[in-house]
């Protein structure tokens, strides 16, 4: 059974940056894709960006092209979500999932973690 937590949201200005990690534990990260998704007050939830389990591709929606990075260390089975340039349409609840692929269905998610920007 694969847990996944995540940490590094908070309350930042918008024009800056936050962090997010994804540690997993009780299987390896490594077989899976990895999704972050967002899920605000009202909206839909979002795909913000996924990772293979190669690490040799990634995607991201339109919204946060640029601005999001996703990467992940399979030594120390995480996944992180750099996102800069942050706006207050990238508030809400984000959370990371391990998928089968990144087109696939999501086999584990975490709790998630929340994220505020405001001034």
């Known amino acids: 059974q694969l847990q996944l937590v995540e940490s590094g949201g908070g309350l930042v200005q918008p024009g800056g940056s936050l962090r997010l990690s994804c540690a997993a534990s009780g299987s390896p990260l490594s077989y899976y894709a990895v999704g972050w998704f967002r899920q605000a007050p009202g909206k839909e939830r979002e795909g913000v960006a996924c990772?293979?389990?190669?690490?040799?591709?990634?995607y991201y929606p339109d919204s946060v092209k640029g601005r999001f990075t996703i990467s992940r260390d399979n030594a120390k089975n995480t996944v992180y979500l750099q996102m800069n340039s942050l706006n207050p349409e990238d508030t809400g609840v984000y959370y990371c999932?391990?998928?089968?692929?990144?087109?696939?269905?999501?086999?584990?998610r975490g709790q998630g973690t929340q994220v505020t920007v405001s001034s």
């Open positions: 999932a391990a998928k089968d692929a990144c087109s696939g269905s999501i086999v584990y």
């Open positions: 990772i293979s389990s190669s690490r040799i591709n990634t």
